[in-house]
């Protein structure tokens, strides 16, 4: 007989979260903690969503978690989770960029860019200044009309290396192009440059570990391997219930950590949204796709402490993603990431946004009522290495919009990464 992994679930909760990236984890922990009954349905084997790890024969764990985030994890790790988990959040220093352009090694910060930017590069202290107060001063209520490159071209205009400078690392991070909204470009990098990168000291196994031993202390229900087939909505537009591997379970709501269209057109159904609001649902443009290979070296070895935290290597002569080149692929890039080492003890998994910014919906606002859908992409948290600082390494490239295929771009790997 095969496993019932809804064993011992009850008939109906308050509320059901579907995918246990970080926004999922987060809101079941936050409405438990609030005396709700909850519900998180991961169909993984593992809690995390795409932040995850896996392991190979000798022992090797790739962390495939993308590990560089703004000091505002910590807050929100402190905010929402434990002491213990903002506590494990550290600084990496050593960035460095490694191409036929440039050769840098930074902090990540507005203060020390700011420097590279008037020594190394030759740019008046006034224009540095200028282009860093337009990115810090915008936020979701701006015009969207400018775009990145119109950005770059006002303040550095012929500036192709600056632009990479400024840009490769927020390409990597979150998939940017130039001719995206400049506010999706400033509203990340100056959340970077208020006080550099940070990551989580200990994997992504060990902070997903103490997400589950939170949770579960706070009264979450847990299940791995549940499928959500469809979010039941009734004549009155409120949601009533999910289907999860052909049970029906009841509750007053959901939050969806699943992937946006896959919650609203095929969960919940065309049928219980406004016109407008499913425009702007089929007007949002996915990740794009990467092909990652991931290598590790033998315990014992490691990398001179001049390597860095982060590297960002490339033989591409100029920066522009735009661009494909002859066998279909947009920039080649390697990038290699050191992290803290890890910590002894079990190994677990993690996702996404602690920052969801989810939209929650109500009378009037187009949605079904009691649905919460993951709405925007905030900083992915991950982890750092083994004690025996077993670094992996990540090949991957940006493959041109009509030969994208395989996985979907999410996640890196750990201690070592190129990208």
């Not at 290979?293 to 960002?312: H, I, N, R």
Request: proline share 4%; with cysteine.
């Amino acid at each position: 007989m095969p496993k019932d992994f809804l064993k011992d679930a009850k008939d109906h909760y308050d509320v059901v979260v579907i995918g246990s990236g970080l926004g999922g984890l987060t809101s079941a922990n936050i409405l438990a903690r609030q005396g709700y009954s909850v519900l998180l349905l991961e169909h993984h084997y593992q809690l995390g969503g795409m932040a995850t790890w896996f392991k190979r024969a000798g022992g090797h764990i790739f962390d495939i978690s993308l590990h560089g985030f703004p000091i505002g994890m910590i807050k929100s790790c402190r905010k929402y989770w434990t002491q213990d988990i903002a506590d494990s959040i550290v600084q990496l220093k050593g960035i460095r960029f490694e191409n036929p352009q440039f050769s840098v090694r930074t902090t990540f910060d507005r203060k020390d860019f700011t420097q590279i930017l008037t020594d190394q590069f030759k740019v008046e202290p006034e224009q540095i200044h200028a282009f860093f107060d337009k990115a810090r001063g915008m936020n979701f209520y701006d015009d969207q009309t400018t775009t990145t490159r119109q950005l770059f071209e006002e303040f550095f205009p012929g500036r192709d290396d600056v632009v990479r400078l400024l840009m490769e690392p927020i390409t990597y991070a979150n998939g940017s192009t130039l001719e995206d909204p400049a506010i999706t470009y400033g509203i990340v990098f100056s959340n970077f440059m208020s006080k550099g990168v940070y990551t989580f000291e200990g994997g992504t196994d060990a902070l997903v570990g103490k997400m589950k031993e939170e949770m579960l202390r706070n009264g979450v229900d847990l299940r791995i391997r549940t499928l959500v087939e469809k979010i039941e909505v009734g004549p009155d537009q409120k949601v009533k219930a999910v289907v999860v591997n052909g049970r029906r379970i009841g509750c007053n709501a959901v939050v969806s950590n699943a992937n946006l269209k896959s919650t609203i057109l095929k969960l919940t159904g065309e049928e219980h949204f406004s016109q407008d609001y499913l425009n702007e649902a089929n007007n949002v443009r996915l990740n794009s796709s990467s092909c990652q290979v991931y290598m590790a070296l033998k315990p014992g070895e490691t990398f001179d402490d001049s390597v860095g935290d982060l590297l960002f290597h490339s033989e591409h002569r100029g920066f522009d993603i735009d661009e494909p080149a002859d066998d279909g692929l947009c920039e080649g890039c390697l990038v290699g990431e050191m992290v803290k080492e890890r910590a002894l003890g079990d190994m677990r998994a993690v996702d996404d946004p602690l920052d969801g910014r989810a939209g929650v919906s109500g009378p009037g606002d187009g949605l079904p009522f009691g649905l919460l859908a993951d709405q925007a992409h905030g900083e992915r948290i991950g982890g750092g290495g083994r004690p025996e600082r077993l670094p992996s390494w990540s090949r991957s490239s940006r493959i041109a919009p009509e030969k994208r295929s395989g996985p979907k771009r999410g996640p890196r790997d750990s201690e070592k990464r190129m990208r």
